[in-house]
């Protein structure tokens, strides 16, 4: 039913903008007060008809309701892989330090391992005067201390020099931390790092030396060692951009990855890369390259790691392969690149072996290093996710009724074992250091002149015919990081001490 306008009580728009009109100019009280309440009315009328953006002015801004994040279905596996892998528990009598340092490597603080049945967290456990076969983990030195060295058996101590102490600096342990050594001596991380500046020689491997000073020491410093012999970070870097990894224990990925940390942390300070370290940058773009243009199909690495390709079923073999590789790669990488295709293929199908093969007998080097690789990942790409925690080993026995054993291989692996002396072109005398210049940082001497074998897709870009593409366009040229901003480092790389 439809109501009839009542005309006669009813007031015109026209009368009552005269209303209005006539207290222009005028002292008096204005007649629009004198107006019937029905005008007050029609007013508050007139108001709920008109659009809303007439009052924007004068409305409060409305608040956008968050839209949550998208989960990302990979980052979810990873954290599966993960926590699956961390459901292997070694023990304290029965495996060896080689062993458990490697567990440190990829859960570090957490990680917990089985003393006789009763869980303790592992730092702690080494840090009190932890000893294998009688022998400490830790002794003290002339110049400060340093980690058990190798004693002539594979997979008890560390195989390299500072292998232990470099593994250690994953878990960001301040310079005062000390551990327990023999004769009731203790000594700190720093005094390890004074020993480790005093012992270096250019006669020994310097990978885990590298990789360790980075940790502590600023890039720019420079020292004396035992021999009055001029050393510094720069001089480590360039050893370690003319080394071969096609020689070096585990296809040179540990060099990589200290080339990459040593990298990060130049350029975390600097803004931008020169010298040394733009030749480090230029040989991880270049075994960058090969490694993705060597990955296997199904996102394996290639199990002849920079050589050739290659492609196993195995499960250590592959969990060998592709965890050494991706944990290089995600600290040479910068954050912007690691949702790339080839990277997050790499990532799910590792995260797909270590899963479906939790009950299955797994080399303990490979396995931790696969999941070092998976916990790099996850901090870069998921900086805000809960810190890492080791699920209790009764609710490891009860998730996981027959979790697979850590085994060692038959054959010693060569990262457990010191890697035979190569003459390098650093020539040390006890008064002065004669560098060789060091050549374009990324090529194996002698590897232009060889010539390609069948099926065989080398590392480097051969012939200027190659290069010339590059230039072209013809072929991806991965980007050299000159200048980067702090959030594009794919890793921390620097302790504050």
């Known amino acids: 039913m439809m109501l009839k306008r009542n005309s006669s009580k009813m007031p015109s728009l026209r009368h009552?903008?005269?209303?209005?009109?006539?207290?222009?100019g005028s002292n008096a009280e204005p007649r629009w007060r004198l107006l019937p309440k029905v005008h007050h009315g029609l007013f508050a009328f007139l108001i709920l008809?008109?659009?809303?953006s007439v009052f924007a002015e004068s409305t409060e801004p409305t608040v956008p309701t968050a839209t949550p994040a998208p989960i990302d279905p990979l980052g979810e596996l990873v954290e599966k892989a993960i926590a699956t892998t961390s459901n292997r528990f070694l023990d304290a009598k029965v495996h060896t330090p080689?062993?458990?340092v490697h567990g440190?490597?990829?859960?570090?603080?957490?990680y917990v391992i089985n003393n006789g049945g009763t869980p303790v967290n592992a730092i702690e456990w080494i840090s009190n005067g932890a000893s294998f076969h009688g022998a400490p983990w830790f002794e003290a030195t002339t110049h400060g201390g340093r980690a058990h060295p190798y004693n002539g058996t594979p997979y008890e101590f560390e195989g390299h020099v500072n292998q232990f102490l470099a593994v250690l600096s994953m878990?960001?342990?301040?310079?005062?931390?000390?551990?327990?050594?023999?004769?009731?001596?203790?000594v700190t991380m720093q005094q390890m790092v004074d020993h480790a500046k005093m012992a270096v020689s250019s006669h020994v491997e310097i990978t885990w030396t590298l990789w360790f000073l980075t940790h502590y020491v600023d890039q720019d410093e420079e020292?004396?060692?035992?021999?009055?012999?001029?050393?510094?970070?720069?001089?480590?870097?360039r050893m370690q951009v003319k080394d071969s990894p096609y020689d070096s224990p585990c296809g040179g990925t540990h060099g990589m990855f200290a080339l990459a940390y040593a990298r990060n942390a130049y350029l975390k300070k600097h803004g931008q890369l020169r010298g040394a370290w733009l030749e480090a940058d230029q040989k991880l773009q270049r075994y960058l390259m090969s490694s993705q243009r060597m990955q296997n199909r199904d996102g394996s690495f290639a199990t002849d790691w920079f050589k050739s390709t290659g492609y196993s079923d195995d499960f250590n073999d592959r969990i060998k392969y592709s965890g050494h590789m991706l944990e290089w790669i995600l600290v040479a990488q910068p954050k912007s690149r690691l949702q790339d295709r080839w990277i997050r293929t790499g990532i799910q199908t590792l995260c797909y072996d270590l899963i479906r093969n939790a009950r299955e007998p797994a080399d303990c080097g490979p396995l931790y290093h696969a999941l070092h690789a998976l916990v790099l990942y996850r901090e870069q790409t998921n900086p805000d996710s809960h810190p890492l925690m080791q699920?209790?080993?009764?609710?490891?026995?009860?998730?996981?009724?027959?979790?697979?054993?850590?085994t060692l291989s038959d054959k010693p692996s060569d990262e457990a074992v010191p890697a035979p002396f190569k003459p390098n072109p650093t020539i040390a005398t006890p008064t002065k250091t004669i560098q060789q210049p060091v050549k374009m940082a990324t090529q194996p001497e002698g590897f232009r002149s060889r010539r390609r074998r069948a099926r065989r897709r080398t590392s480097s870009i051969e012939t200027p015919q190659q290069l010339r593409e590059l230039g072209a366009g013809k072929r991806p040229l991965m980007p050299i990081l000159k200048n980067a901003g702090q959030g594009e480092v794919a890793s921390a790389t620097t302790s504050e001490s």
């Open 16 to 24: 009552t903008h005269q209303c209005l009109q006539s207290t222009k």
């Open 223 to 237: 020292w004396l060692n035992e021999n009055n012999e001029p050393w510094s970070m720069e001089r480590l870097v």
């Open 49 to 52: 008809l008109a659009p809303a």
């Open 171 to 186: 878990c960001d342990l301040p310079l005062d931390h000390e551990f327990k050594a023999a004769d009731g001596k203790t």
């Open 98 to 100: 080689w062993q458990i």
């Open 104 to 110: 440190l490597l990829a859960l570090r603080q957490d």
């Open 391 to 406: 699920p209790s080993v009764a609710r490891a026995i009860k998730e996981n009724a027959t979790p697979g054993p850590l």
